[in-house]
């Protein structure tokens, strides 16, 4: 397995947290909301329940993490 590093610079890292804050702020929740319209399907708004849910839990760790480097 061959294990990289790259240095990324400070603008990339700060639309990094900008994305993943709308993707914990807006498309996450917005994924929660429309899963719970009845209109879908069972399958449909389980996978949107899921989508929402994993973009949430996702987005926040990584955000996390990247500010903790930032931090150190």
Request: aromatic share 10%; charged share 25%; proline share 1%.
């Amino acid at each position: 397995m061959i294990n990289e590093k790259t240095e990324s610079t400070v603008l990339e890292v700060q639309k990094s947290q900008a994305i993943r804050l709308a993707d914990v702020f807006l498309i996450a929740p917005y994924l929660l909301y429309v899963s719970s319209k009845r209109e879908l399907s069972e399958l449909d708004r389980n996978l949107l329940f899921g989508l929402g849910v994993a973009t949430l839990f996702y987005n926040a760790v990584n955000y996390i993490q990247n500010k903790n480097k930032k931090d150190e």
